[in-house]
Structures are given as C-alpha cells and as structure tokens.
C-alpha cells in the first residue's frame, strides 16, 4: 500500500499485542501489508513485532493506553512521523467484566465504555475520512456474539458489543460506495486470555460453548473484510449462537443468559445479606490491559 511518494499505507492494529489482535496483524503481515501494532504492553509489542518481522514483514508499534483522551493525536502524529497512513483499521482492543453491575467497581465498568466505545469509535472517526478521501481501505471491529442480546452478569460487555454492532453496520452503508468498507467481526467465545481475565470462564456458559481459535477467527475476519462484508460471524457454534439470540423472545433470552451467566456464589444485588457473619465477596474483574 502506498499513497503518492510520501505517506506510505498501513494497516493499524488496536489491542495487537495478544489475542485476536496479534493474529489479525500476522494475517495482514503475510498478505504483504505494513503492519503498525499498538497496545499498552512493551514486551508483549516487541513478540508480536518480531513474529511479523522473522516472517519476511515489517512492522513497527507504539505503546499507547487507549483508554487516554488523546489517544487517537498521538497515533496519528506517530503515522505521520513514520512517513505511514491509515490505510486499515483494526479495532480489536477491549475488555469486559462478569458478575452484578451493582456489585462490580463503578470505574472499572464505566472503563469498558471508554476503551470498547469511545476509543473505537475516536479512532474510527479519526481515520475514516482519509479512507473516504482515498477511496479504499476500511475499518475491522472486533464485536461478538454478544453484540446480539442484552447480558444480564456482563452488561457493560453486552451493551459495548451491541454498540460495535450496530455502529459499523451504519458506517458500512454509509460508505460503501465510496469503496470503503467497514466490518463486524462477531466470534463467540475464543482461545485467548479474556475469558479468565473477565472472569467469563466461570460461568455456565462460557464453559458449555466451543471455543474458537484465534487464528482462525482472523482468518475469516480478514478474508470477510476483503470481501466487503459488513458481518463476519466465525464458527458454526458462533452463527447458531447469533441466531438464537436474534429469534428468542427478549424476556426469554435475558433470563437464560442471567442464569448462565451468574454464578450461585455471587451476591445477590437485589436482596439484603441477611448473614452478619458471611465476608463480603470480592467481584471477579479483569480490568487489566485492554489487549484483548
């Protein structure tokens, strides 16, 4: 990718150090492109970097919290300093948190907001204009099947996906007939790190459903996208989750969701401990790198 003699195109992966994010930058890498990895972790950036770099690509990071309201200015300066441009951007950073929305840290829920939404949708709209202006390249946003229902026990989590779900599909329609395109990636659960950092693991749910590797759900991912398509649900297990969701009542799938995803040792937000003599129990969290 190149535009004129000055600025040469990249492809931008959020959240790349890990996970989904590390195996999008290395599809990307084998496809020929530049690759530019940013995450909040120096070490985990430097392995990622030398995987794409031992295989023939090139590739250069820049540690950057995302969660941080210039986040966006500095990627951009950062590009530009390199003598790089946008060309696709992947937005797979993220994380969530399991248990009671009454129970959980007011900050660190309100921080999903910050890195699942603001921060996707800051960098969305910080680079989609050039790829308008240059008639090519797109966006990647990492969603999940949890992006089709509500989720009692992760709400935060639920209504982020939602959110990335239907943002990217307006923005796909809005700009398709410039060339751009703007897709959905929406796995169910996969082989990473996230479903113990969340504390998702420990629930029924996440342990009766498939997992998915990571490798494979970029693979569908980038091939998805360089299809033009707007949404990219991996795995037969994924798309029947997805389909139950869309097709169950709402009051139904909410309480089968709430009672997979609550454990019975959590607190009960809407009933008074009656035990002076039980300890309170620490909520399960995982707001930790939002690398996910």
């Given at each position: 990718m190149?535009?004129?003699?000055?600025?040469?195109?990249?492809?931008?992966v959020?959240?790349?150090?890990?996970g989904?994010?590390?195996?999008?930058?290395?599809?990307?890498?084998?496809d020929?492109?530049?690759?530019?990895?940013?995450?909040?972790?120096?070490?985990?950036?430097?392995?990622?970097?030398?995987?794409?770099?031992?295989?023939?690509?090139?590739?250069?990071?820049?540690e950057?919290?995302l969660?941080?309201q210039?986040?966006?200015?500095?990627?951009?300066?950062?590009?530009?300093a390199?003598?790089?441009?946008c060309?696709?951007?992947?937005n797979?950073?993220?994380?969530?948190?399991?248990?009671?929305a009454?129970?959980?840290?007011?900050?660190?829920?309100?921080?999903?907001?910050d890195?699942?939404?603001?921060?996707l949708?800051?960098m969305?709209?910080?680079?989609?204009?050039?790829?308008?202006?240059r008639?090519s390249?797109?966006?990647?946003?990492?969603?999940?099947?949890?992006?089709?229902?509500?989720?009692?026990?992760?709400a935060?989590y639920?209504?982020?996906?939602?959110?990335?779900?239907?943002?990217?599909?307006?923005?796909?329609?809005e700009?398709?007939?410039?060339?751009?395109?703007?897709?959905?990636v929406?796995?169910?659960?996969?082989?990473?790190?996230?479903?113990?950092?969340?504390?998702?693991?420990?629930?029924?749910?996440?342990?009766?459903?498939?997992?998915l590797d990571?490798?494979?759900?970029?693979?569908?991912?980038?091939?998805?996208?360089?299809?033009?398509?707007?949404?990219?649900?991996?795995g037969?297990?994924?798309?029947?989750a997805?389909?139950?969701?869309r097709?169950?009542?709402?009051?139904m799938?909410?309480r089968?969701?709430?009672?997979?995803?609550?454990?019975?040792?959590?607190?009960?937000?809407?009933?008074?401990?009656t035990?002076?003599?039980?300890?309170a129990?620490?909520p399960?969290?995982?707001?930790?790198?939002?690398?996910?």
């Amino acid at each position: 990718m190149s535009v004129g003699a000055e600025l040469r195109l990249a492809v931008v992966v959020l959240g790349a150090s890990r996970g989904i994010g590390r195996a999008i930058a290395r599809v990307a890498a084998r496809d020929g492109n530049i690759v530019v990895l940013v995450a909040r972790s120096p070490e985990d950036l430097a392995a990622a970097a030398a995987e794409i770099v031992g295989a023939g690509g090139e590739a250069f990071t820049i540690e950057l919290d995302l969660a941080s309201q210039d986040a966006s200015s500095r990627l951009e300066a950062f590009l530009a300093a390199k003598g790089l441009a946008c060309g696709v951007l992947v937005n797979s950073a993220g994380y969530g948190l399991r248990g009671a929305a009454t129970s959980l840290p007011a900050d660190e829920q309100l921080g999903i907001i910050d890195v699942n939404i603001r921060a996707l949708a800051d960098m969305t709209l910080r680079f989609l204009p050039g790829m308008v202006a240059r008639r090519s390249g797109g966006v990647i946003n990492l969603g999940s099947v949890a992006g089709f229902a509500p989720g009692p026990y992760m709400a935060f989590y639920y209504a982020s996906k939602n959110f990335v779900r239907a943002f990217s599909t307006a923005l796909h329609e809005e700009v398709r007939r410039f060339g751009v395109t703007v897709t959905c990636v929406a796995p169910g659960p996969v082989s990473t790190d996230f479903l113990e950092k969340s504390g998702a693991d420990r629930a029924a749910l996440f342990k009766v459903l498939p997992k998915l590797d990571a490798d494979y759900v970029a693979h569908e991912a980038w091939q998805g996208f360089k299809s033009g398509r707007r949404l990219v649900v991996p795995g037969i297990s994924s798309k029947l989750a997805a389909f139950i969701a869309r097709i169950l009542p709402s009051a139904m799938a909410l309480r089968l969701i709430g009672r997979a995803q609550r454990r019975k040792r959590d607190p009960n937000p809407h009933r008074p401990e009656t035990s002076i003599a039980a300890p309170a129990r620490k909520p399960e969290s995982a707001f930790g790198k939002p690398d996910a």
